[in-house]
């Protein structure tokens, strides 16, 4: 792919430097060991989440991360399984893995430095803590508030997807760390989003070190894309596929291509922190947000600006609007017209025209401007009493006295329809 | 089966109208099909009201047509009558007395279906397809209900053309339900809207949706003392919200549960989740029932929040359900809610199935709503 793979290294857990097989199991332990609120017992997301849930739910404030071993306590520190650990740790994390295992190799051929090494290994990490907390310090206002963003946003992901969207992005430009851009991006991604993303909001975001949290937060997404469009689908609904793997792809791209202009090393630590941060809780949110696209993909893909309904997406279509009569036409034609479907499709090409938006608004009540005829009802074209009638059609054509609906002077018709 | 007119495709539509001895997942539980069900998808379910004897079902689908059946003891079905609409029926209601059903339609219009002379009269107009219809009973008036796209919820004394009352809503309805005094609306945006309908209707709360997701169905639950003191909300998540209007402790009272999913505790595998297409309570029991575009039907119990029983799966998702007056019948309709929108082709086998709890036998003081006999003998 042409990029570097930076997550080598096996899931660990930055609090206590236990090992773990699977990222999964990595942010199941974080959860249960570190971000547990010991009140209440509920698992929060994040360190400053569980921060956040003691000061408003319990009205206490916490200090230290559970659980955490000496100079991993910070609680301030937005990590989640494996994003938002502090560039420095990482690499700190790396040169003690390699220098286990060349350890190993040393024992094997019997060397004695190894219990030295461990020792200065141990010390190296937390003498590294001191200056890296300073830096990160700086960025603290930014962060917590990215916090928030992020907080809410995880849980509440799918939905601010759709309501949340244009308010974060008329913030992104004057946030220069480059966070929230990121967030919009992951959300859309996930969620199928319409492609007007914000694209001039991208490129203040980037060192490599966020993007391939992007990226691999957007593979899984792809691939449950792919395959709902593998799907026989409609043809709208595959353009609209096809949009959204576009938009995958090219936001993936961009900022692939833009940040070589903006590194700036002092940055680069805490951005890569807060976005990569920002990026995780959707992507291992991912497995519910990529199938709901499969379900939902009718109202979200299809009409992405608009919250329809099955039934309306359903009501919109042609072939259910044939009888509806429009204004100017009469029930009788209306209902007659159908059962010659094959011609040519006057009527309902015609009908498809203005296609049945909900909230059309045609002032129909002009049909009851004729008061009732004195019977106890007004008749919409009454029914004859069953058994009569074989066809499905009820016959309306027999021309009933004054039928109610559309005979009115056509009080709207753009035009006549015949 | 002429009773029901011969357009095409219509007798030939149904793999089962005389119920199928196959082993397939169109009727896993072996329940009685109900014969000559409509040619399109059912949008809708009512059995008659206990003011009637016997139990009558009416079914709206998206063939534009309402059907009645008699539902004999034996779990035997006699199709009755058919009315039409020009628009596909989204909702159907039964009057109090049960001589009277109410069809809602795209067509923007809602009819009165007298069941005696088989005469329908309009009784509504919207300028938007109405969506939920509804009949309210009140000591000092009666009238219907109807929530339309338009935005509207519009109160119809069925002898006039002009609507008693209209409610500006924030949002197009999508569902509805009522059990007097209270009725409640949930729009598009997630909106929910509560109504008190004591003297005549008007606002009494809007409530922020309990669920992040479109909201597809609800159903009021009733309290010990029969008094409605709560609703059911569904949505196109797979999610079910359970929410009290006034609860001693809201925190602990209203709570969530997630439904019709596939994959229930494997976590390694995404989960796909279905919508909700329909929330029924057990007018006895007071549990609930929940059908999903999953193709299944699951039982819950909401005060032990527990699940019940959750069916096999059918090959098409279940689109509608509704329990008889005295429960001992629950209908659910089978039929293609366009949740995928990859079908191929128009045509949907689409049966009624009728499942029969055998109260005489297995119902207990501990028993709500469980363990769905089959009438397999038929």
């Not at chain 1, 499969?294 to 039934?311: C, F, G, M, N, R």
């Not at chain 2, 628009?87 to 039964?94: A, F, N």
């Not at chain 2, 939920?132 to 919820?153: F, Q």
């Not at chain 2, 409640?184 to 309908?197: D, F, K, S």
């Amino acid at each position: 792919m042409g990029r570097k793979k930076k997550k080598q290294l096996k899931p660990w857990c930055w609090y206590c430097n236990r090992d773990f097989d699977d990222e999964k199991i990595l942010i199941q332990h974080q959860k249960a060991k570190h971000f547990k609120c010991h009140i209440c017992h509920k698992k929060l997301y994040t360190g400053p989440g569980l921060a956040i849930h003691c000061m408003q739910v319990h009205k206490e404030t916490i200090d230290a991360v559970p659980n955490a071993i000496p100079g991993r306590t910070d609680i301030e520190l937005e990590i989640y399984g494996m994003e938002g650990i502090p560039e420095k740790d990482i690499q700190d994390r790396r040169r003690v893995l390699e220098q286990k295992s060349q350890e190993s190799q040393k024992k094997k051929q019997d060397q004695d430095d190894s219990d030295e090494d461990d020792d200065d290994d141990e010390a190296g990490p937390s003498s590294f803590q001191q200056p890296a907390s300073q830096p990160q310090a700086a960025y603290m206002p930014p962060m917590t508030q990215a916090g928030m963003h992020p907080g809410p946003q995880a849980q509440g992901m799918p939905r601010a997807g759709y309501a949340g969207m244009p308010p974060m992005l008329t913030g992104i430009p004057p946030m220069i760390p480059g966070m929230p851009p990121v967030m919009p991006l992951i959300i859309f991604l996930f969620l199928g989003m319409p492609p007007h993303v914000a694209r001039p909001g991208m490129p203040p975001m980037a060192p490599a070190a966020p993007i391939t949290a992007p990226r691999m937060a957007s593979r899984p997404a792809v691939p449950a894309t792919q395959s709902a469009a593998s799907k026989p689908l409609f043809p709208s609904a595959v353009q609209a596929q096809q949009t959204v793997l576009g938009l995958s792809s090219t936001t993936s791209d961009s900022p692939k291509v833009t940040f070589p202009a903006y590194t700036q090393p002092s940055s680069t630590p805490s951005v890569a922190a807060s976005s990569s941060t920002v990026a995780k809780p959707p992507a291992t949110v991912t497995s519910k947000p990529a199938i709901l696209t499969t379900l939902i993909a009718a109202i979200v893909l299809l009409h992405p600006d608009e919250d329809i309904s099955l039934e309306e997406r359903r009501a919109q279509l042609p072939r259910y609007q044939r009888l509806i009569p429009r204004p100017g036409q009469t029930a009788a034609a209306a209902a007659s017209a159908p059962p010659s479907g094959a011609v040519g499709g006057m009527i309902p090409s015609q009908q498809v025209i203005p296609p049945q938006q909900p909230g059309m608004r045609h002032p129909i009540h002009g049909q009851y401007g004729g008061p009732p005829q004195g019977m106890p009802g007004y008749m919409g074209g009454g029914m004859p009493p069953y058994g009569q009638s074989a066809p499905m059609v009820p016959p309306y054509q027999s021309g009933p006295p004054g039928p109610p609906m559309g005979i009115r002077p056509p009080v709207m018709s753009p035009g006549s329809r015949y | 089966m002429s009773l029901f007119g011969t357009n095409t495709g219509f007798g030939s539509g149904g793999t089962g109208v005389f119920g199928t001895t196959t082993t397939d997942s169109h009727n896993p539980m072996k329940d009685v099909e109900v014969t000559s069900p409509p040619d399109d998808s059912i949008s809708c379910l009512a059995f008659s009201p206990p003011t009637m004897p016997g139990n009558f079902l009416i079914g709206g689908s998206w063939a534009n047509d309402v059907r009645c059946w008699e539902v004999q003891d034996n779990g035997q079905t006699v199709p009755k009558a058919q009315q039409m609409h020009t628009g596909p029926v989204l909702d159907v209601c039964w009057s109090d007395d049960g001589s009277k059903v109410f069809t809602a339609s795209c067509d923007k219009t809602a009819k009165m279906w007298d069941l005696n002379s088989n005469q329908t009269i309009q009784i509504a107009q919207h300028e938007g397809p109405i969506r939920t219809i509804h009949w309210i009973k009140a000591p000092n008036y009666s009238c219907v209900m109807t929530g339309s796209w338009d935005k509207t919820l519009k109160f119809w004394d069925t002898r006039s053309p002009n609507p008693m009352m209209s409610l500006q809503m924030p949002e197009r309805c999508f569902c509805a339900d009522v059990v007097y005094p209270m009725a409640v609306v949930a729009t598009a945006e997630r909106g929910l809207i509560v109504y008190q309908l004591e003297n005549q209707p008007s606002e009494f709360r809007r409530i922020e949706s309990p669920l992040k997701h479109q909201h597809r169905c609800v159903a009021i639950f009733k309290d010990k003392q029969s008094k409605p003191t709560g609703f059911a909300l569904g949505s196109i998540e797979g999610r079910v919200a359970i929410h009290y209007i006034n609860p001693p402790n809201p925190a602990k009272d209203n709570f969530t549960f997630k439904c019709h999913r596939s994959n229930g505790t494997n976590t390694a595998t995404p989960q796909d989740i279905y919508a909700v297409n329909a929330i029924s309570f057990h007018p006895v029991h007071g549990t609930l029932a929940t059908v999903g575009s999953d193709g299944r039907f699951s039982f819950w119990d909401k005060d032990a929040r527990t699940k019940l029983k959750t069916s096999e799966q059918l090959d098409q998702p279940i689109t509608a359900c509704c329990f008889n007056n005295n429960g001992n019948i629950f209908a659910y309709a089978s039929s293609y809610d366009w949740s995928k929108m990859s079908r191929v082709n128009d045509d949907c086998y689409v049966h009624y199935y009728i499942q029969q709890q055998n109260t005489s036998i297995l119902l207990s003081i501990n028993y709500r709503g469980r363990g769905l006999c089959r009438t397999t003998s038929f």
